[in-house]
């Protein structure tokens, strides 16, 4: 029951990392180390799921260098992404723990020993 009551003040110490970290990989580098220190739930949990996203866009951009086929799902995957990227932006500014659609569930699955 202690962590329920917690989970407010998680929620309002960590939201300020947790929108820098879907702000470009510089922002997800700050957030990772500004949340180094504090360790705080709210703030790990989308640092996962902005590192997701940012590899899932990695793996486009590799996609998406081979011709034709590659640059199809290269350019529709792109607008995959930035739906999922805002999903996650919204979440964090709303202080939500909501996984990002499609693939915020894998993150975590993933990412787990982050």
């Not at 590659?70 to 999922?84: A, D, P, Y």
Request: glycine share 10%.
């Amino acid at each position: 029951m202690d962590s329920i009551e917690n989970k407010p003040v998680a929620v309002n110490e960590g939201k300020n990392i947790a929108i820098i970290a879907y702000f470009t990989i510089i922002g997800l580098i700050i957030a990772f180390v500004m949340n180094n220190e504090k360790k705080n739930t709210f703030a790990n949990y989308h640092i996962k799921q902005s590192l997701g996203l940012a590899l899932t866009g990695f793996a486009l951009g590799m996609i998406g260098m081979i011709p034709i086929l590659g640059w199809i799902v290269s350019f529709f995957g792109i607008f995959i992404i930035l739906f999922m990227w805002i999903m996650g932006l919204m979440n964090a500014i709303n202080g939500n723990e909501k996984p990002v659609p499609l693939l915020g569930e894998k993150y975590l699955e993933w990412l787990k020993n982050l």
